[in-house]
Each structure stands twice: as C-alpha cells, then as structure tokens.
C-alpha cells in the first residue's frame, strides 16, 4: 500500500524558517516525480516543488522559488523541504505527494499524505 506521511508544520513568526519532512513507503520514489503542494482555506491546491521523474530536476512555484528547497533521499524514500523568509501567504496545509508528472501533482497525485498545518503570523 502507497503511503506518505509528514512531520514538521506549526507555527512561525513572519521571516522564520521551518522545516517539513516526508517518509513514503509501498513504492519507490524513482519511479514518480515527487514533491509537495500545498491548500490554504478557500484555495484550491497549490504546487510548491516538484522533482520530475523525466529529468530529476526540481521545479519550484514562483511564489516560493527562492525562498525554499527541497531536499531528496531516494535510498530512503524521504523527502524534506525547508522554508525560510517565511510570508502571513505561505500560511496552508502542506502536503508531500507523488504523481506520475509534474503536470500532474497537485490534479492526481498517486499518493499524497494529509499534511500538517503551517501557520505564518505574529
């Protein structure tokens, strides 16, 4: 049975950095590309990172290129994404999730976790 599960989330002042971390199991991550998105209340999904399984190339959402990495152990089969310059915006639930393209993270992922929340406020 595919599975991912998150750690990490809560809550940070604006400017503050935060780290998310991913275990997945039941399949290989070289197989799919991989990578997190993420949904505030009232939005819909929003792709923050995404490694394609094409060309092992991360590809990061203009709102937050620059201001997080994404960081892959395949051996392992876990991911992490680090968040810095954190913005009251960046405020959603964070999910991992693995699709068989990029295109397709955030529309039909193969297996997603349930994320946990990353509030940014004072």
């Known amino acids: 049975q595919e599975q991912m599960v998150e750690s990490g989330g809560g809550l940070v002042q604006p400017g503050g950095s935060l780290r998310l971390s991913c275990a997945g199991s039941g399949f290989r991550f070289d197989d799919y590309s991989i990578g997190w998105f993420r949904q505030a209340p009232g939005r819909t999904r929003e792709a923050v990172v995404c490694i394609s399984s094409d060309d092992r190339l991360a590809y990061y959402g203009g709102a937050v290129k620059d201001r997080f990495s994404i960081w892959v152990d395949a051996a392992k089969n876990s991911l992490g994404l680090h968040m810095k310059d954190l913005l009251a915006d960046d405020t959603a639930v964070y999910s991992c999730?693995?699709?068989?393209?990029?295109?397709?993270?955030?529309?039909?992922?193969?297996?997603w976790g349930q994320g946990p929340q990353v509030t940014v406020s004072t």
């Open positions: 999730a693995a699709a068989h393209s990029c295109h397709l993270l955030t529309s039909d992922p193969t297996s």
